[in-house]
Structures are given as C-alpha cells and as structure tokens.
C-alpha cells in the first residue's frame, strides 16, 4: 500500500445524476445479477439432464408467474448488459468517447433493451401459440 | 490526472506508489475475449430459448442432444462463468476492503464458478451422449 497521500474524488452523493455514470452502476448490478442468475441456467440443465420428472419441476417452477417475473427481469439485465457492453467495447477500442456521443449511444442502449426485451417476450408466448 | 510518463518518479517507485504491477492486463484482455465471444453466443441462446419456450422434456432434451447446440451451450457456459468470476473478482476488490472477507468472497466466486460451469458442462454431455 501506498505510503503517499492519494487524491480522493469527492463523495457521490455531490453529483447531481447523469446518464452516463447511472448506466455505468447499472452495468455492474446488471452483471451481478446475471453472475447470481447463472444458477437458473445451471438448474435448468441439470433438470434437464436428471430426466423428465426433475425437467417437469422445473418447466413448472419457470412457467409459474414469479418464474416468469423473474425470468423476464433476468432477461431485461442480460440484454442491458450485453447492448451496454458492445458500447464499452466501443470505448476500449477508442471510439464514442466524446460526451454527446456517449450520450446518444447511451439512449441508444436503454430504448434498444427495452425494445428487444419486449420484442423477446412477444417471440416466447408466440411460439407457446399463447397470442 | 498527469501523464505518469512524464513524471519525475522511476518506473520503480510509479509502480510502488500508484499501480498495483500484477495481472492487470491478462485480467482485462480475458475480460473483453469472454464479452466478445458472448456476443453472439448469447444471441444464439437467446433464440433457441424463445424457440423452446414451454417445449415438454423429450423435445428440449432431443435439441440439446444434436452437437450444435450441446457444443455451443458448453461454451456459453465456459464463456459465461469466466466473463462472470473476472467481473465479480472486479467489484469485490472495489469494494470489499476487510481482507478476510475480501479473500474469502473471492475463493468463493472462483471456486463457485469453476464448480457451476463443470456442473452445467456435465449436464449438457450427459443429454448429448445420452444418459
């Protein structure tokens, strides 16, 4: 550790809330919630590999309506967080930096994970034949 | 803050003071290759989801038998546990600073991680070599 004394940035609570440095801690909750959200994928597929009694659990505990509650919010956070991490590949590639692009790519990204969470969810009860 | 290639200091004493001289570079560059190869093996997955949504056992299992998609959820999930573990690795060294718990909570996310993806692994050749 350093024996220097560090700058520190001043406490967070004295911005006022930007776009920008919002989508960036969404970008991190997102990313936690997919990491806790990995056990769902895990369960499934070991359901799935149990056989059709333990799969039918499952199915039932997925289709139920917190099963879908909850699997619509995790597929809210993982398109976020992939639409947000094309934008911060972007960055590490040097691109977008400037602040009127790294607004409107930021818009971009919530109204395009919106769209295509519905637009997800639209596709799964058509294909179920539920519309 | 200054450019550190023109400070005053040796490269030593930047590296004592400021920088931590690890794996910094190995830890982003494995960071970005899982988040690009995520990109399309999410949207892979994405689809193949939504064209199975409420699909009984036999016909879920029977798709994850064929190599395409036992092959591409295995790396999904290789992709996945080691995007999520360096992610997580990331915000707890933000901000858990009580070195116990830090080192514990990251034994845990390693080890957690390596243990879920061998599970979902094993699940996925079980159904393709039929178990």
Same mark, same amino acid.
């Given at each position: 550790?350093?024996?220097?004394? !560090?700058? $520190?940035?001043?406490?967070?609570?004295?911005?006022?809330?930007?776009?920008?440095?919002?989508?960036? @801690? =969404?970008?991190? /909750?997102?990313?936690?919630?997919?990491a #806790?959200?990995t056990l769902?994928?895990?369960?499934?597929?070991? *359901?799935? *590999?149990?056989?059709?009694?333990?799969?039918?659990?499952? !199915?039932?505990?997925?289709?139920?309506?917190?099963?879908?509650?909850?699997?619509?919010?995790?597929?809210?956070?993982?398109?976020?967080?992939?639409?947000?991490? /094309? !934008?911060?590949?972007?960055?590490?590639?040097?691109? %977008?930096?400037?602040?009127?692009?790294?607004?409107?790519?930021?818009?971009?990204?919530?109204?395009?994970?919106?769209? =295509?969470?519905?637009?997800?969810?639209?596709?799964?009860?058509?294909?179920?034949?539920?519309? | 803050?200054?450019?550190?290639?023109?400070?005053?200091?040796? #490269?030593?004493?930047?590296?004592?003071?400021?920088?931590? *001289?690890?794996?910094?570079? *190995?830890?982003?560059?494995?960071?970005?290759?899982?988040? =690009?190869?995520? /990109?399309?093996?999410? @949207?892979?997955?994405?689809?193949? @989801?939504?064209? $199975?949504?409420?699909?009984?056992?036999?016909? #879920?299992?029977?798709?994850?038998?064929?190599?395409?998609?036992?092959?591409?959820?295995?790396?999904?999930?290789?992709?996945?546990f080691?995007?999520a573990q360096? %992610?997580l690795?990331?915000?707890?060294?933000?901000?858990?600073?009580?070195?116990?718990?830090?080192?514990?909570s990251l034994v845990l996310v390693k080890l957690g991680a390596v243990a879920l993806g061998?599970a979902?692994?094993?699940?996925?050749?079980? /159904?393709?070599?039929?178990?």
């Amino acid at each position: 550790m350093s024996s220097h004394q !560090r700058p $520190l940035s001043p406490h967070l609570q004295v911005y006022r809330w930007q776009l920008t440095m919002a989508m960036s @801690i =969404v970008h991190r /909750i997102t990313g936690v919630a997919l990491a #806790v959200g990995t056990l769902l994928l895990v369960w499934w597929l070991l *359901a799935a *590999a149990s056989g059709p009694e333990s799969y039918e659990t499952a !199915r039932a505990c997925l289709g139920s309506w917190l099963g879908r509650l909850l699997l619509f919010g995790w597929s809210y956070a993982l398109f976020y967080h992939l639409f947000n991490g /094309i !934008r911060h590949l972007g960055w590490d590639l040097g691109l %977008g930096f400037e602040i009127k692009t790294a607004y409107a790519t930021g818009w971009t990204v919530v109204a395009v994970s919106i769209l =295509v969470t519905v637009a997800t969810w639209i596709a799964a009860y058509a294909a179920m034949g539920a519309l | 803050m200054a450019d550190p290639s023109h400070s005053r200091q040796s #490269v030593l004493s930047r590296v004592r003071y400021l920088g931590s *001289a690890h794996d910094g570079t *190995a830890h982003f560059w494995a960071q970005r290759l899982t988040a =690009v190869a995520l /990109i399309p093996l999410t @949207i892979w997955f994405v689809v193949s @989801i939504v064209m $199975l949504a409420g699909a009984p056992y036999e016909e #879920v299992a029977a798709w994850l038998a064929r190599p395409m998609p036992a092959i591409l959820m295995i790396l999904l999930v290789v992709a996945t546990f080691h995007h999520a573990q360096l %992610g997580l690795q990331v915000v707890i060294e933000d901000y858990i600073h009580q070195p116990a718990l830090r080192v514990g909570s990251l034994v845990l996310v390693k080890l957690g991680a390596v243990a879920l993806g061998f599970a979902a692994v094993f699940a996925v050749l079980k /159904i393709a070599f039929g178990g």
